[in-house]
């Protein structure tokens, strides 16, 4: 991709529909052969952009900066870099920044990132850093020009003392220079409208798009459900549970449940989706055509 890398932000504002993948950086080189293969499988889907996160604690910094360095130069997508406060100084922060943007790399999530413990253990500030998003996603307009989206949650954050808490937290990221939002895995529509619906309330008029992750086996789902603190809810715990001995059962079911999801959230007006694909192309393909979304 050659010259200003289009804005997120832009693309939303836009009123045109989003959809757009998430991958991580993988650990080893077969996980990487997974990951550009998934690639090349969903580019022709010609999604509205891709993101790649950042390993807890900042462990995958370079990892990061370099899959979407590629992923800028080689492909025909456009990326978005996740970036967390943890474990960085301002001055490190600032050097991410550039590296990023002297790479081709026009767009950033930006996140406070979870504690190193995981989930719901104390966070710990780094000293010479910035302690929530929000400050993060200042450093960033006033650093640079890059497009900046930040997170949020359709339940709250596990941390937050109320959902309006939660929402004002969303504001002050907005106030920070923030374009859009994406949130944690969306697991009923209702919540997500919940979100939509209290944000606006809060004064909130960024775009939010709703993250999506189908239910692929039950283990991995609870396991990843819990970590944000929540619950499976009933109405999708009573179609995955009856099938848990026959794996090939839940994973439709899940794609299934997925994919009325989707529908679920476009019809109450989502400016678009965003899967967490596991560097997996398979069943976001899946839920895609499912859906017919190519244009
Ligand atoms: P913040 O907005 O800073 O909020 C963190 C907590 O602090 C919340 O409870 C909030 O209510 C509270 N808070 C915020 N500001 C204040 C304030 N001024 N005073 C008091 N309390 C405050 N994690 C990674 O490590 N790498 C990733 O790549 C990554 N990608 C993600 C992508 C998405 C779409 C989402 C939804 C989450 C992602 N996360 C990632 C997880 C995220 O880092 C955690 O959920 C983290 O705990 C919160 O991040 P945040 O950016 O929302 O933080």
Redesign the pocket.
Known sequence: MSGTPARIGDLLGSGQRSFSF?F?PPKDEAGEDVLWRSISELEPLQPSFVSV?????GTTRDRTLAITARIAQETSLLPMA?L???GHTTAELLDILAALRGSGVGNV???????PGG?GTP?EPTPGGV????ELVGLVRRSSDLCIG????PEG????ATLD??VA?LR??QDAGAEFA???MVLRASDYLGLVERAGAAGVTIPIVP?IMPILGVTSMTKMVEL?GRDIPAEVRSRIEPLAEDPAAVRAEGIAIATELCDDLLAGGAPGL?FYTLNRSKATREIWSALSLSA
């Open positions: 998430e991580f996160t950042y390993g807890a604690g996740h967390t406060c943890v999530l930006a996140l406070r990132g979870d504690p989930p966070f302690d929530y998003a929000s930040v997170a949020a949650f954050h596990r941390d937050a808490d939660d937290v002050a990221k994406v949130t944690e993250g944000s965003h």
